[in-house]
C-alpha cells in the first residue's frame, strides 16, 4: 500500500474544503457588509447574524487549514509486525467476515477517502475507535460501544 498516495488524498480533501470555506466566507462578508444588511431597526439584527457566520466559517477554515499542515508535514511510517497502532497508521478491522479500513490521522476525522479501491475513513486518538485502538496490534480482538450498540471487532492488520 502506498501510504504517501493516501495521505495526498487526504491533502486534496482539505484543499477542496478549504476553497468551499473561502468561497463561502467572502458570500457571508458580501452579506455582513451590503447595504441591505444594515439594521432598520434595534430589532433588525440580518448583519450581526452574517457577521458571525461569517466569523465561524473563517474560524473552521483556520481549523482545515492547520490539519492541512500537519498532513502536509507527516511522513508515511510503516508499523513493523506487532507494532501498537499509532497515528499514521492503517487498520483493517473485520466483523462477520467483512473488513473496514481506517487511517489514523492528527486531525480532520470523519472524512472518506478512496484508495486502492477501498474507502478508508480518517478518525482521530480523540475519536471513540481511534482512542480504542491506540497500542493495540494486529490479532488482538475488541468490544466497541458506541451508545448502547456493542461490536465485537478483530484487527486483522495493522500497517
Partial sequence: MKKAVLIQKIIASLDAELALYAQSARAAHEEATHEQSKAENKYDTRGLEASYLAHGQSRQAAETLRAREEYAAMEPKDFRPGAGIDVGAVVELEEGGEAEF??????????????????????????????????????????????????????????
Avoid: C, M, N, W
Avoid at 123 to 136: F, V
Fill in 102 to 159: 481506517y487511517f489514523i490521522g492528527p486531525r480532520a476525522g470523519g472524512r472518506e477517502i478512496v484508495h486502492e479501491k477501498k474507502t478508508f475513513l480518517v478518525i482521530t486518538p480523540q475519536s471513540p475507535l481511534g482512542s480504542q485502538l491506540l497500542g493495540r496490534k494486529a490479532g488482538e480482538q475488541l468490544t466497541l460501544e458506541i451508545g448502547r450498540a456493542r461490536r465485537a471487532l478483530r484487527i486483522a492488520s495493522v500497517l
